[in-house]
T-cell receptor, first 111, second 113 residues
Framework: SQQGEEDPQALSIQEGENATMNCSYK?????LQWYRQNSGRGLVHLIL?????REKHSGRLRVTLDTSKKSSSLLITASRAADTASYFC???????????FGTGTRLKVLA | SQTIHQWPATLVQPVGSPLSLECTVE??????LYWYRQAAGRGLQLLFY??????ISSEVPQNLSASRPQDRQFILSSKKLLLSDSGFYLC????????????FGSGTRLTVV
């Protein structure tokens, strides 16, 4: 079953603009991760945020987590054409052996 | 360094034929191993996971099975493929449980015709 729901489902922006994607989930979590998938390829881990953290940065990526609202956002600043990909959130709950993935946001950055 | 190998990259199989997809991990021991399926334009659905040799947990009852004959080998199989088995299959591994996330293989695109 899907735990996370990303929104928007698709996003198209101009190069240089910022892209924001949101993820909502249903149950309590230990951490949340964001992954990137280029078309027809495997997923690449981008960033992990733990339930006791509110914000993390990695290069041009900024992730926030609001456990009271059960939501997270991924911000990509100064986007590039190479950022064109699908982005997924995945949640982990202690006592399970798995992450549950959302449905993804397809980002297209126009040069 | 740890790497994960998944093959083949693409596969076209007729309905009713058998399936065997293999995933191997290098550079680590006793990993947790996972098979996910991704339908076109959709999220990932967990099919099977394994925390050790011979230990398989099935998430979704279906036409597929998994086996782990060796510590770093995970195999996805079917005796008779259905059209609905088409999709993108991804193998992943993690160490010390999944808490630090997964490393994914490059995936297998399966088309059942």
């Amino acid at each position: 079953s899907q735990q996370g729901e990303e929104d928007p489902q698709a996003l198209s922006i101009q190069e240089g603009e910022n892209a924001t994607m949101n993820c909502s989930y249903k149950t309590s979590i230990n951490n949340l991760q964001w992954y990137r998938q280029n078309s027809g390829r495997g997923l690449v881990h981008l960033i992990l945020i733990r339930s006791n953290e509110r914000e993390k940065h990695s290069g041009r990526l900024r992730v926030t987590l609001d456990t009271s609202k059960k939501s997270s956002s991924l911000l990509i600043t100064a986007s590039r054409a190479a950022d064109t990909a699908s982005y997924f959130c995945a949640t982990y709950t202690s006592g399970t052996y798995k992450y549950i993935f959302g449905t993804g946001t397809r980002l297209k950055v126009l040069a | 360094s740890q790497t994960i190998h998944q093959w083949p990259a693409t596969l076209v199989q007729p309905v009713g034929s058998p399936l065997s997809l293999e995933c191997t991990v290098e550079g680590t021991s006793n990993p947790n191993l996972y098979w996910y399926r991704q339908a076109a334009g959709r999220g990932l659905q967990l099919l099977f996971y394994s925390v050790g040799i011979g230990q398989i947990s099935s998430e979704v009852p279906q036409n597929l099975s998994a086996s782990r004959p060796q510590d770093r080998q995970f195999i996805l199989s079917s005796k008779k493929l259905l059209l609905s088995d088409s999709g993108f299959y991804l193998c992943a591994w993690s160490v010390q449980g999944p808490i630090n996330g997964y490393t994914f293989g490059s995936g297998t695109r399966l088309t059942v015709v």
